[in-house]
C-alpha cells in the first residue's frame, strides 16, 4: 500500500496561486493512477483532477478548468497541483489519492489517501 504526503497548503488571496505537493512512498509509483481531491466543510469529497500512470491523459473538474494544472513526476515519486487565479469557493481540505486500477471519480473507489491539507482562499 503506498503511502502519502500532502504538503503546500495555506492561506491565499483570492487571484493568488499555491503549488500543491504529494510524496508517495512505499509502492511502486507508476503504476498508481493519482488524483487530488477536495472536502470543504458541509460538503462531500469531490475530485478536482486525476492523472494517468505515465501522465499522458488527465481529468480535471469544471469547476477547476483552466485554473489548476496535475502534474506527476515518476521519478521523484511525486504528484502536484497547481493552482492558479484562486477563488474563495476553492477554500477546503486538499486530498492526494491513489490507486493502481482506472477507477472513476468518486472518492470511495480510492484505496490510499493521503492526510490533507488546507487551502484558505480569502476574498
Request: include cysteine; proline fraction near 2%.
Amino acid at each position: 500500500q503506498v503511502q502519502l504526503v500532502e504538503s503546500g497548503g495555506g492561506l491565499v488571496q483570492a487571484g493568488g496561486s499555491l503549488r500543491l505537493s504529494c510524496a508517495a512512498s512505499g509502492g511502486t509509483f507508476s503504476m498508481y493512477q493519482m488524483g487530488w481531491f477536495r472536502q470543504a466543510p458541509g460538503k462531500e469529497r469531490e475530485a478536482v483532477a486525476v492523472i494517468t500512470r505515465s501522465g499522458s491523459s488527465t481529468y480535471y473538474a469544471d469547476s477547476v478548468k483552466g485554473r489548476f494544472t496535475i502534474s506527476r513526476d515518476n521519478a521523484k515519486n511525486m504528484v502536484y497541483l497547481q493552482m492558479n487565479s484562486l477563488k474563495p469557493e476553492d477554500t477546503a481540505v486538499y486530498f492526494c489519492a491513489a490507486d493502481t486500477r482506472s477507477v472513476g471519480l468518486s472518492p470511495s473507489a480510492w484505496s490510499s489517501w493521503g492526510q490533507g491539507t488546507q487551502v484558505t482562499v480569502s476574498s
